[in-house]
């Protein structure tokens, strides 16, 4: 692996006296959110700013950092808690806009794109959690060597990710030893993995290993040829597309050839042929991330943000223009200041996914399953979940590759695949192999589970993080 190259950042260290140990604590108070606009008010710390994780290339990647909103009355401090990495995917697309603004962090944008509301089912509420824009090129992360929009795949951005969390610790020193997880979605079915795998390997100079012990992916790519056939079977058994195009598409796709690196996908021309059929009968009008929900009209939306009018578009129950409300404000000058972000002045403007960034998609076709098997095999603990509405990496390829991951593993099923609940109501389905391996659908969720079924996706991580079953009964 290439040599690591950090910067530091001075700190003024203090030392507190906490159930008997002493904590050492460094948080920098240059990177600490004072307040975002419009924000309300919250009995946490929030940080956020960059980490430089090549000196010599200039690259820097920019993070946003909750700390656990916990109960006053239980006097618990922050470090009692696990830290947990949340990576969004793409791969090129912002954790800051996706996860920490959209899904599961402490806020959300208001619907006038001008202030902030708060997200009840944060999953601060039972973590500290860090969001990180990465690679370089994602939302505000850079590089001053503009080669490295064009050479970055896995392994370079696995390799930078690991460099961003020593750096952090050099930071946030008391969270050395805490319990880590890592977590994200999609695409971040390779970074995930791929990171836990140099994680696990690494070992500082003073002996300092990661307390890693487990990873949650949701929605995850996997396995390209078993996802991609898996979108159409999942549009056809949804009465999105016809018997006619459905038939076409399993006679003369063969989706082991197809690649997301060329723009012919390496599949016949009577394939592209039919997957374009497919996307016409799709249409305009459907969110492909989430087949139920309704569709944001995004010219429409930004007159009425310039105009400071309210955009809220809900579709059950869940705001479909939170994009451009997100856009809006990450946006505004002030953000961005109060963010510490975008210091360096970038020439474009902040967007949820990247427009600089031209990612190795070659990439994609690597096969993530003997990673996690690697990952199983050294005691880190798998959860692997799926929101049942998402055409894009549906559920039905994922749950075939989890159990193909149990059988080389040669697990058993320890939980019987069965309905689990949140708040007395199916939570969705799930499946267990073993102590460490689980599989789970939450019902009526997006691609991005968190957005669109929160208070199911609260559950469902909290007893991941107490290494219990999902409660199914």
């Known amino acids: 692996m290439a040599r690591l190259l950090l910067s530091f950042i001075f700190v003024t260290f203090a030392y507190v006296l906490h159930d008997g140990r002493l904590i050492a604590q460094a948080a920098p108070s240059s990177q600490l959110i004072e307040h975002l606009p419009g924000q309300p008010d919250v009995g946490f710390k929030q940080y956020s700013g960059y980490v430089t994780v090549n000196a010599s290339a200039g690259r820097a990647l920019f993070y946003y950092f909750a700390e656990v909103d916990a109960n006053p009355f239980h006097k618990h401090h922050a470090t009692d808690y696990p830290v947990t990495l949340w990576l969004n995917g793409g791969p090129g697309c912002s954790s800051i806009g996706g996860g920490a603004f959209t899904e599961l962090g402490p806020f959300f944008p208001r619907s006038d794109g001008r202030g902030l509301r708060k997200n009840k089912y944060s999953w601060n509420k039972v973590t500290n959690i860090i969001f990180l824009e990465s690679p370089a090129g994602v939302g505000w992360s850079y590089s001053n060597t503009t080669t490295d929009y064009t050479s970055f795949g896995d392994a370079k951005t696995a390799e930078d990710s690991l460099a961003f969390l020593l750096g952090w610790l050099q930071l946030f020193p008391e969270y050395k030893e805490n319990d880590f997880y890592i977590t994200g979605e999609s695409y971040a079915g390779h970074y995930v993995p791929q990171l836990a795998s140099l994680m696990l390997s690494y070992k500082g100079p003073d002996g300092f290993k990661f307390n890693l012990k487990g990873i949650a992916i949701g929605n995850p790519l996997l396995q390209l040829a078993v996802d991609a056939a898996s979108t159409y079977d999942y549009l056809w058994s949804h009465g999105i597309i016809s018997d006619l195009v459905y038939d076409d598409i399993v006679s003369h796709c063969n989706f082991e050839d197809y690649t997301l690196s060329s723009p012919s996908n390496n599949v016949s021309s009577s394939c592209n042929s039919s997957l374009q059929d497919a996307n016409n009968e799709l249409g305009d009008y459907v969110n492909n991330y989430d087949v139920t929900l309704d569709v944001c009209y995004p010219s429409l939306v930004q007159q009425e943000l310039l105009l ?36 360096t002045t970038l020439g474009y403007p902040w967007s949820m996914c990247s427009g600089v960034l031209q990612y190795h998609l070659e990439d994609a076709n690597i096969d993530m399953l003997p990673s996690l098997r690697a990952l199983h095999i050294q005691g880190i603990r798998i959860l692997i979940f799926s929101g049942d509405q ?3 990496v549906p559920f039905i390829g994922t749950r075939s590759l989890v159990r193909q991951l149990a059988g080389s593993l040669r697990l058993r099923a320890s939980v019987p695949y069965s309905a689990w609940y949140d708040r007395r109501q199916v939570g969705g389905w799930t499946v267990q192999y073993g102590k460490n391996l689980t599989f789970a659908t939450v019902r009526g969720a997006a691609h991005m589970v968190p957005y669109s079924q929160p208070s199911r996706a609260l559950t469902m991580f909290r007893n991941f993080l107490g290494g219990r079953k999902l409660p199914t009964q």
């Open 308 to 343: 400071r009018k309210k955009v809220a578009h809900i579709s059950n129950g869940v705001d479909v223009c939170i994009t451009s409300e997100r856009t809006f404000y990450f946006n505004m000058p002030e953000v961005q200041q109060a963010l510490h972000a975008n210091f």
């Open 390 to 392: 998402d055409s894009v």
